[in-house]
């Protein structure tokens, strides 16, 4: 059994834990003792300790006196409205705000300034009593701590000088035993004694530095430095080190409110007077502590260090003045507190204890460090640009190391959480300054930080939003998430902030809102005046009115400072043009809506010329430029849906006119010259297009892009050997550009002082080892001149789009063995730099098929999955790929409308799908019915990502199968060409131009047969072409190769038949041939435009419809004679069988619907449709028509590239 304690003892310990907890203004609860948890008035508490304690009178009397400073101190603040909100507008280039000063003449309810002004004459008397009775050590200690109290109550009083004066009297910073005060920290009843010197440290640094800003004297500095490092020095003594992690999550204290302040002024007061080191390891030093504190504690002060924190790494980056956080120092126990070097050793020490979780190395396995922007070990970065023009400087720009970005993105999901624990929102009429400012700085260090997506953007994007909830309409805000949801890749709510933010900068420009905000604080403020003049405060209402005409000025004058704030969230014009040429960027590029585009374009453009503070922009060359270029590029846009004949040429016309303008006025942006070289190209000027493609390449050598359209354009003038030189040049030097940013990014990530170079993914503790010497890294794909630089995955894809024009070209030049051979490598380029997925121990080397003999391999499919064809001698490989090239399994990762489109014909296929189905039954225990799209309501950010990812991988893949396709079918390879098509279907079965190539197939089969036309094989053709026109209405090729067919062997297609029958059944009798051509054309017409085609081809289809998929190929094989053939097709029809005129003509009236069609809309530059349409009049007996169809088609066939220009963008 425990002793008792002693009576005295107990209230020694209570009344020291009361003063350490610091609830001045209220009871106190008694914590040990059989009373514990009863409360207790603090005169009764300081009675008691008299009582049992009656030969220390000191103690009591100090503590009653301190009691009567500090909740005078809290009555004043309450009535000032002064708390820890009051720092919500506190920064860096500004002023930390201090507390008001307590009027000594004047009182208020729970206050009096005579009353603190008599405690502090008080102490000075028990201190002067003190210094004489006793000289001891301990003597000289409690001196010291009366004297802490004395100045902070002269400090309250506004008195700075004095309480320094006072200090350095009792040799306050020179002669404390901070040895011993470290360890009265486990003396239970000396708790306290260490917060009074840590507070009378504080003191002097707050006193010293509003010295410096009334007599604006730089000799203050050092002095306000040493009361902040010795109070800092002290308290890491005390709660630092081993201890932290004990004491996370405890109550604040007295020590812990003023270290706070120490630690909080400190950092503020060192970025503001100090150099970049000194500020980052301040920032440091406040954050190592503030993991530990309660989450409540302190919150405006850590959103301001969190938004200084931000801009002083940002700050650091763009001066090449990052230093990371340092190893442990030994303490410098011998130096003088107000020499540098021990300000700086104390603040390091405690910086050094700052966790830094080490994101670059965890993100690396999902991102890959060869995806990390490179020059992570450099200040700057060079590149292959020529141009002259830097549209963005912070491009040229690289993180010191990869610490700055762990650092970086801890201090932002750190603010992440800070705001998220916040409830407040501005009054109407207020702007939350503090918010825009901290939105700001995470943009703008996002981009130092490469401007990546993925995870990067989305944690900004997230803490975008949670500030969008603590402010109101802030154009700010909805401009940083359009940007940043733009490079998350989620388009549609892109579009919708870009929208926001269009409508806020009109409202605001509409009205004034400046001066209705300054209006809403002007009544406020007399409202708040007149309830002074009701409350009363101590004045005199002669006082007041007296002071009435100038109290009513100054209201008027804070209402004007409030209506100036409205004004940092309005964005400038330049701003504003630049937000809106970026949403036409967007709206091209990716969204696709080239007509909203124009219409945000033509915005600017007005904006530009006609707006009302058009003086301030219109001067600027370098704006206007990219204005023109931007509504050239929407206006070129909109131009490719339009195919009225007269409207295209204006439309065309008048985007030339803008462009060359643009090119004019800024004639070192590649991006101008690259669009005007495209269009050029449609409007058939290839001279032109050449000349302005190869200045792009000049411009941006690493520009794939222009390296593709070059080639492309050479090969339109039919000089197909030069174009493949060109495209060779071009991929010879994309590939020697992106080898050497992978070794420089690789370097870079995994060096000896690299953090990433580690394998673990816990935080780094005591920072870590210091960048190198800041260097000059060499980017080669870095297009420093753009506006809009492609990403990573685009470059790759743009790759990837010129190695199949190299193909493309390698097949006419070379033939189609060389052709298809070399696409192995694309397969393989595809899986090692397009495919989401990491790439796993698995060979690539099977990446094509090839014409070998082991074609047998894929006429069974395997019960995990087809394979692809090998090279001889080699086991088939299969593919882990998110698309799985060579595999049945690639469709479950389709978007959920092709899993919906494979599943409406499953039923019917399920004998020719081969593993397809047990394929799709997997998708579905891993995704459930509705795919990726089964919830869009919970919808992350990452899987809107994923999803538009696979969806544009499968687009790539199933265009490389198709691809393969085409040359083993041109190369007379049926099979192989058979295994390419069954697995783009796989991949994609709801792509038109999959049931094209089918077709394709089909009739080259048909085509084959020994013994004249196979009639069966070119029904199948012509069925697969109604299946590619139902998949997309609109698709030029297969309506054309449908026209074609329908042409050549219109006796094969039983669907031509029957509408013959159905438009000769709604004719009169009485009416000719020419009525059936009518009717048949109009039913012609609607395959291409009705959606009720699909229903009326599957309602008419023979037998041979009923097969779609690439099993059907046997039936070619085993098909019946043409004569039984169409005597069962058409038993039902017998004077349709006997004229064999009127289906000729009924053949010839269908095609000439779908000519008439394709070429009036989208398949106007088609020169086979334009060809077809002369034949289609020559043999209806229309010679003139016929020339003037010729005619156009050959002037497009003579400038016509070897691929269409859409595939380079």
Known sequence: MTSKVPKGDLYARELDGARLRGDWDADVATRNGPKAGATLPWSELIRKYMKHNPNQTTTPSVAHVEQQIRSNLTSFFKQEDYSDASHDEDSAQGQTVFAPVLPSNQYGQGWSGDNVSQAIAKLAELRSSSSSSSTSEGAQEEKQSMAAIQAHGLFVLGKDEEAVELLHEVKFLDEVDLTKLRAGDSDETKQYTPALFIMGYVIYGMANERLLLARNDEGYIPFAYAGYARAIDLHEALRGGKKANALRGLPADEIERWAETALYRNALFSVRHGDLPLALNALRAYQAHAGRWPTSFRQPQRNVIYRTYLAVLNRAVETGGYVAPSQPQAALTNQDCRTAAYQRAVVAAAASRVEIRDFETERAPRHGQARRMVGVDARGITSRTTSKRRPAPYRVLRPSSA????????????????????????????????????????????????????????????????????????????????????????????????????????????????????LVEESRLREKDEGNEVNGNGHDAEEKQANGKPEREALSKEAKEQAQKVHIDSDDDVTYVNTLLYGVHVLVKYVKDARAADVMARKAVEFLEHGQRKHSIASDNFVVARVKRMAGIARAAFCDSESDPLKRPKFQGEALALLKQSATLDAEASETHLHLARLQAEMRDVTEATRSARRAVELEPADIQAWHLLSLLVSAQKDLKGALRVAEEGLAEAEDDDEADQLAALKGLGSADSPSSGGAAAPIVNGVIPASKPSTSVARTALLSVDFPPRYSERAEATLRLMMTHNALEEVVEGSDAAIEGQREIFEFFHKRVATASAQTVSQRSGIPTSTSQTSRLNNAQPNGSTVLSKANTVPVQFDSPTGLGQSGAAKLSKVQRLNHFKLHQNANSSSLGSSAPALSGARQQQGEGGLADSEDTATLSSIRKALHLSNEITLLSSLWLMAAASFRR??????????????????????????????????????????????????????????????????????????LFLDHGESASAVKRLVDHAAAQQEPAHGIDDVRYGVSKLAAQVFHNSHSRTFFSSTSTEADKTQTLSEGDAVKNSRTPGASTASAFASSAEARASSKRVQLASLALAEGLLATVTATKGWACPEAWYLLGRVARDGGRPERQRECLVYALGLEKKRSIRDYACVF
């Open 403 to 518: 610490s700055w970005s762990n650092e970086l993105l801890a201090v932002q999901k750190a603010a992440a959480d800070s705001i998220n624990r916040s409830t407040s929102f501005p009054r109407a009429g207020r702007v939350n300054t503090q918010a825009l400012d901290l939105a700001d700085e995470l943009v703008r260090g996002w981009r130092l930080n490469g401007e990546q997506g993925g995870d990067y953007a989305d944690e900004v994007i997230e803490i975008l939003y949670a500030l969008s909830r603590v402010t109101f309409h802030s154009q700010r805000i909805s401009r940083h998430l359009f940007v940043l949801l733009s490079a998350a890749e989620n388009y549609d709510e892109a579009r919708r902030a870009l929208d926001l933010y269009v409508k806020l900068v009109e409202k605001a420009r509409e009205a004034d809102a400046a001066d209705a905000a300054g």
């Open 971 to 1044: 190369a007379g390879k049926a099979d192989e060409c058979r295994v390419a098509i069954q697995e783009a279907e796989r991949v994609d079965p709801a792509k038109a131009d999959v049931w094209l190539q089918l077709a394709l197939w089909f009739e080259s089969c048909a085509g084959a047969k020994a013994k004249g036309d196979d009639h069966e094989g070119y029904n199948l053709a012509i069925n697969s072409l109604y299946k590619a026109l139902a998949c997309q209405e609109d698709h030029v090729s297969a309506a054309v190769h449908l026209a074609r």
